[in-house]
């Protein structure tokens, strides 16, 4: 198990993502063999240890299973153990020679869409599963919808429990016709059809011998090889201003660095910047990188300090972005929003609105629509939204924020709202202009 | 014992990697990610600080905090929840770092609360369930809002759930039904007065990244972590040490091995493993190649029950 990956620059270019690393989530209805999957892929990617693997078979032996539950490995909550299902979100990590991976391994019932948006939030790729004997059933459809929502770049659908429909080539392809059709109208980009057995193993690590009409990758063959997008290089440059370092002392007397992650595009010192919201323009003096001083650029992700011409009143919650395709400063938001708290949110409910490192009173104006899982349909007028209701809202915030459309851009065209009283997180948001 | 790798503290922030053109590998991702967590929690909080013990993940924390606000100094000081079983090695490192970056260090004594009797040790002996109070009183003798602590989601499949903010009521408590939705890399840090965060930057990281990770930045290290001839006995499969803790008991025999620490803990608890690993690099291979966890391999106190870790974190517990 090795996973330092030692990339040059030839690998994947100036402003690529970095391909050592891939975040997926993990979409499944109850009973489809979630946490089998997820078990199964540690297991026989070597990453379940010997006194892990001890545990869970020592508890499957008191349950009276024949063999290890690997479903075990991964239901850690007593609750979920009891009950034998997910609750919340958990984050597993292995690795292969080709990459490093970061699970989110989310909840399958309907009680807990906003679970599965959480994980598809920082996912570059889903799994969605689907239990070969009962194909594409309204929970499908609805992960198919989140992942839509989410901007996650990539789907795989993995038919799963191909075993007990004796591995038959007609099952899976019409599953896999039926959700790609699907997903192509809910404008998914690219879906990878796997048809997988997580309880025998088949085609999730090593290919299987009984689909041999399956000519394409198992599933961790293509988690290995599926290529990042990642943030194109003309990605337009955004910072939100985090912290701002003075430290006032003898060598650094003048220092005032502006602290930051990158999230798209390029800096470069000497580039011209507009600071949002206020909107005046200047240029960078310098950029440092954690202790190095005058880096020669900053890509997306990277944790920076930026430096500027001139001495700027600029704080924590602003904005540095490039000249060119700035965010639009507005006070009136539209977004597609998942609720999260179990109190319902209104219109006319005050919040706080915080995107980015900017937080900001805002009123929520008016409910547009409320989407009907069953359906998909847009319902307009809802009266409230509910825990775990995906619908369209507009807000007025106190002070000018600047927005990306979410399509654009995830980390500034997302948002959160927040219970002013208890700090409670109410709401997910991502931007759009249009309804 | 390399010396090479072994050079430097925390508070040296000069980088070797990635002078210019970048070659981003994964550690470069998840140094990003937890500076960026660093930021967040030092920027919403009023009073954090950082838990440390002088364990490697702890040692970690230090070195990211450091970098995260260079050149201004780390804006927050440092808590060590001592059980008073500590390795001598642990202690010294710990006050030579301290002493060299100069960050304010505060002690929270579990040996303070027996004496006093709020505390009542163990029939077993072990103190690590102990350092709850401690920590709690330390909590809000100091109002603390925000703690650094070095928790991996890989440690553990109760810590697998644990998010990077994470609200604690006013005793302290975990509830892992009632958690915040984390989403993107928007952490929410409000909280009412009396409960407090925890703040964990290593959340993504696993055992070998921060192996690999004080490799590549030459992050001094304690030496019990490097194989050395030590004095041990065996206890429940564990390679312990003998001391003031109350160990060998009668019929525990003592014997010389060559061994080194996975983890540094309370040493009533914390086992020494088999190994000849005197070089971070050695190390790195011992740990890719190992077939137990580091908790599986080293912890006591998470195998007294199925869901030993989980419980511990309810009550307070990192």
Redesign the interface.
Known sequence: ?????????A??G?AAA?A??LRLATAGSVDDGKSTLVGRLLHDTKQV????LD?VER?SRERGLDGADLAL???????E?EQGIT???????F?TPAR?F?LA?TPGHVQYT??M??GA??AQLTVVLVDARHGVVEQTRRHAAVAALLRVPHVVLAVNKMDLVDYQEHVFAAIAEEFTAYARELGVPAVTAIPISALRGDNVVEPSAHTDWYGGPTLLEHLETVELDGDPADSPARMPV??V?????E??RD?R?Y???VTSGVFRPGDEVVLLPAGRRTTIAGI?????QD???A?A???VTIRLAEEIDLA?GDLIAAVERAPRVTQEVTATVCH?ADRPLRAGDRV?L?HG?ATVKALVRSLDSVLDLQTLRREPGPEALHANDIGRVTLRTAAPLPLDDYTEH??TG???L?DEA????LT?GMVSAEH | MTTATRTGTPAD???PA????????????????A??VF??A??QFERPVLLFSGGKDSIVMLHLA????????VPFGLLHVDTGHNFPEVLAYRDRVVAATGVRLDVARVQDFIDDGRLRERPDGTRNPLQTVPLLDAIATHRFDALFGGGR??E???R??ERVFS?RDEFGQWD??R????????Y?????PGEHVRVFPL??W?E??VW?YIEREGIELPEIYFAHQREVFSRHGMWLTAGEWGGPAEGERVETRRVRYRTVGDMSCTGAVDSDAATLTEIIAEI??????ER??TRADDKLS??AM?DRKREGYF
């Open positions: 198990m090795t996973t330092e990956l030692h990339a040059t620059e690998d994947f100036e970095p050592a690393l240890f010997a006194d892990q545990a508890v490995l991964t239901d850690g909550l007593r609750a153990r609750i919340d979100v958990a984050y597993r990590y690795a490093r970061i391994d906003r679970n948006v959480t939030s920082t985090q912290y370092l003075r430290p006032q002392r060598e650094f220092y660095g602290a930051g992650q440092d990188r954690l202790g190095e880096v020669e650029l890509l992700e990277d944790s924590r999260l706080l915080r490192t995830r980390r997302s948002f959160l927040v208890d700090g409670t997180t997910a | 922030t000069g980088t990635r002078t210019g053109a970048p070659a981003r590998t994964h550690l470069d991702a998840l140094e990003a990610e500076v960026h930021r967040e030092a920027a450091a970098k995260a606000f260079w050149p201004a100094k989601r890989d553990e499949k109760a697998a759930k609200l892992p039904r958690q915040r939705p984390e989403l993107w890399s928007l929410n840090g409000r909280h009412s959340s993504n696993t070998l990244d690999q890719a190649a190992s077939t137990l966890t599986g391999a199925e869901a989980e």
